[in-house]
């Protein structure tokens, strides 16, 4: 089994960054994403894919993630924290594995929700994936 690993570690947010969930006012943004869409490429049908999504909490209050989920079994999605207090970050890392798929372009969606918005905060993860040889 070839086992493909791509990871993508930001340490820093820099200006800019897409806003995603936004506070109960409306107003202001509370979580900042770098990223919400990530192409893993043309990958082998047997590969397992991981990538991180960083974020940024930027109110004043401590947000909760509630849950984060997968609309399919072939994604696995690990919060490492929970809580994150006003001006920390955090991350969601994603494995995608698509050993069980059929070969040809996917397209997968992760739903986060937190106790900043009643909007889901969605991740969405592209690519192809060869046909064995």
């Known amino acids: 089994m070839i086992a493909v690993v791509l990871s993508l570690l930001l340490v ?10 936004e506070g109960q006012d409306g107003d202001k943004p509370v979580l900042q994403f770098r990223e919400t869409d990530y192409s893993f490429g043309t990958v082998p049908r047997d ?9 940024r909490n930027v109110a004043d209050t401590t947000v909760c993630i509630l849950s984060a989920a ?12 929970t ?18 798929n059929k070969p040809g372009k ?4 992760v739903r986060i929700y937190t106790s900043a918005t009643g909007k889901s905060i969605n991740l969405h993860l592209f690519g ?5 040889e």
């Open 12 to 21: 820093l947010l820099p200006p800019g960054v897409n806003t995603l969930a």
């Open 47 to 55: 590969s397992v894919l991981v990538h991180t999504f960083r974020f």
């Open 70 to 81: 997968s609309t399919c079994p072939c994604v696995q999605v690990e919060v490492p924290e």
């Open 83 to 100: 809580e994150i207090a006003a001006g920390g970050e955090g991350c969601i890392t994603v494995t995608y594995t698509g050993q069980n």
């Open 106 to 109: 996917f397209q997968q969606l």
């Open 128 to 132: 192809t994936l060869q046909k064995n």
